[in-house]
Structure formats: C-alpha cells, structure tokens
C-alpha cells in the first residue's frame, strides 16, 4: 500500500490528469490477435504502459483429474507478472496472493460467457502475462483474453472487455494508470458483457458515493464501446 | 457483401444459421465464435470441431486394450474403436488410420466404425473448421490439388490429413495455403496457378 502521507497531487491545474488525460479517457489501446504459433489462440495488447499476452489452450485432458467436471468444462486460468514486469519484484518464487486472486476473478468473468457445456470433462487454458505494469494490469488482461479466446475458436456469448473507473478528490477518472492506482481515493475495476450489459466483475478499493459509483460505471459503459471497437478489429484484421 | 461477424453478433437471417456457431437467446439468434456472412451463408473462420455420424477421420492409435483400440484424434473427445473378433486388422500404437464417426456418447466418446490402415504417407495437421473449404465444394479443391501432385490425400474431418506418394511437399504448401486463405474468394484458381508455377519449376 502506497504511504498516503506522501500523497503526490494527481490532478493538473488545467483539471487534467497527470499524464495530460481528461478525466473520462483512455489510455492508448492497442490489440493485436494471433501473436503465437503453438496455442490455439492468443492476443497482445499495449494499453498505456501496461503490455499484455495471452494465450489459449484447449480444451484438452483435465489435469489434475480432480479439477474434471463431468458435466461442463473448467477453465483454468493463469495470470502471472514477469518478473521484469515492474519496480518491484514479481514471480520469483510462484504465484503470490494477489496472482491468485487476480487468476480467480478472471476465471470467474470466462466460466460466465464460454459455453462451458459443450466440452465436459475437459480444460481450458488460459494463460495471461504481465510484461509489463502500469496500473489496470486486471482489466488489461481480461480485456486481452476475450481476444485470444475468439481467437481460439471457443465459442462464447460476448466478447467481454474490462476497466477500471477511480476517484480523486471528488471527480471520477477512467482507466487509472499505476500512480492514480497508488494514490486515488478509489479504484473500480469492472468486466462488462457488452450485449447484454451485465457485470462479470467488479471490485472495489476505497469508497464512493452511491452517485459516483454511478457515474463511474456509467463512464466505464461509455469508453467499453471504444475498447469494443478495438477488440473487433483486432480480430478482423487477423483474416485481412 | 462479406461480413465478420464475432462472438455475441446477432444473426440477422434464420437461413444464416451454422448450427454449431450460434445460441439463441429471448428468440434472437448470436454468433459464439469468429464467422464469415456471405449470401446468407454463415462459414466459421474459427471453431472447433463437432462430430456427426459417418464423417471420415483420420487418427493415430494411441492404446490398444482387449475390447477397444483408443485413436487420438487431436481432439478434446475420447475416441474409440470396438474390436470385433471378425476383425482382420491388428492394430499396433502409433499406426495412422481413416475411419468413420459411427456416434458420439453423452458428448464425451467418439465411437469409430470401419477403420482402415494408411501407411507409408505422411500426417498434416489443420485447423479442423478450413476442412470443408480444403475439400471444395464437389471435391474440386482437393481434387485439383491431387491431380496435380499425384498425391493421394485422405481428408479426415477433425483436421487430419494424411498425404501419400507424388509431390508430397507441394500437395503440403497447397494445403497450407487453403488453410490460409479459407475466407477469401477465388481461391481456387489461387491454388491452381500456385500448382501450375511450382510444377513448371520442377520441370525446368
């Protein structure tokens, strides 16, 4: 947890954010689908700073066999840092806390749009790495899976996206980067079905109003049409 | 027109419907996976493979037990043979075989019937939704592509196929390029002049 005595100002005099952002914008995004050879699907996306790989496997034999559902496919997820992947250390000795955590929500956003179903008794793999962080790392990956996964051919009721919403002072920002992470007075990352427009996840650091946390959402339902846009693309220009 | 379509698009036309690229939701038809739109027509560009009665595969056998021989389909369902003791084949690990899908069990075995024994070819392995577009509409891409090798294909419909004798490496690259290039028109002729160039080569 950053040390909040030392709280830098993350607000501009002109009201922009401090990498010069208004505060309902994006940070550059861009998708690219069918990156490796080898897994049946994958992506790589630069948001921002943050650089993101994933890569889909399957579905294939359930190991470890207690994992096997007999009903319906498991989705096994992984989501990992690089350990050359920030300032501080990642990855040296496995996975830490917040990889499982981050590995389980994911899991948890897929087993809700994969029609797990049609394939019981096996697994798919999912593999999401962190290359590289600058805040938002969680919805950069979701946002990226979504990709590699159409990209393998899994079929699926939406192509989901992910972001984060946070608050300084009393104004709502999208798409926090690693400072506002540290040092907003909130951070919301959600998952959205862009089709129906239901919530796969939402978590949240800090507190907000009940009208903030509207108008977060709300910001974050606007700016899922751009990354949206973007997602599609990636995926068409693979047969382009 | 062609249109790409992604997961959750809706399907505008009931005649557009793939059966094994679509869900229904409140009566409205959504794609589940990567598809091309064209004449009403939906074509997955990506997807896996479903089993139905009486297509051809081709496998490797993988274990040979009393009453069944397992066949590795490179794929996620268990497939199977049931030994007869009229049957005049013995299977050995590893042997490649043609064979058809005589059903699927509980979405879990794929029960194999008529096998046959392919040897001395060799195995190529594609993405299991480019098979139709390998074969052609009335074999013409496939057998354009054999005739000018002079190579025997056998296309198994899980995305095995198995190559045998004449150009084998140019019957490869042929494959591989229908692979490629399933979702773009005209690809017929492409390949026929992909053909026709490398074999003036040889010539030469």
Known sequence: MANMLNKPELLRGDGKRLDGRDLDELRPLSIKANVLKNAAGSAYAEWGNNKVLAAVYGPKEVVPRHLLNPERAVIKCRYAMAPFSSLSDHGRSGPNRRAIEISKVTKEVFDNVVLLDEFPETAIELSIEILQSDGGTRAAGITTAAVALANAGIPMKDLVYSVSAGKIKDKIILDLNMIEDNYSDADMPVAVSPRTGNMLLLQMDGELTRQEFNLGLETILEAGKQISKIQRQALIDVYE | ?????????????????????????????????????????????????????????????????NSIVEVDLSHFLRAIIIKSPRDRISFRIGDIIEASVKQVEDKKTI?????????YGMLLQVKAVKIPRIIGKNNTMVGQISSFTKSNIIIGYNGLIYIKGGDMALAVSAILKVAAEAHRPGLTESVKKLLERELEVTEK
């Open chain 2, 1 to 65: 027109m062609n249109t790409i379509l992604i997961p959750g698009d809706s399907i505008e036309t009931e005649a557009a419907r793939n059966r094994n690229h679509y869900f229904v939701e409140d009566n409205k038809p959504y794609c589940t996976s990567m598809c091309v739109s064209s004449n009403s027509k939906i074509v997955p560009l990506e997807g896996l493979w479903y089993p139905n009665e009486g297509e051809p595969v081709v496998g490797v056998v993988k274990e040979v037990k």
């Open chain 2, 111 to 119: 029960i194999l019937i008529f096998p046959r024994l392919l040897k």
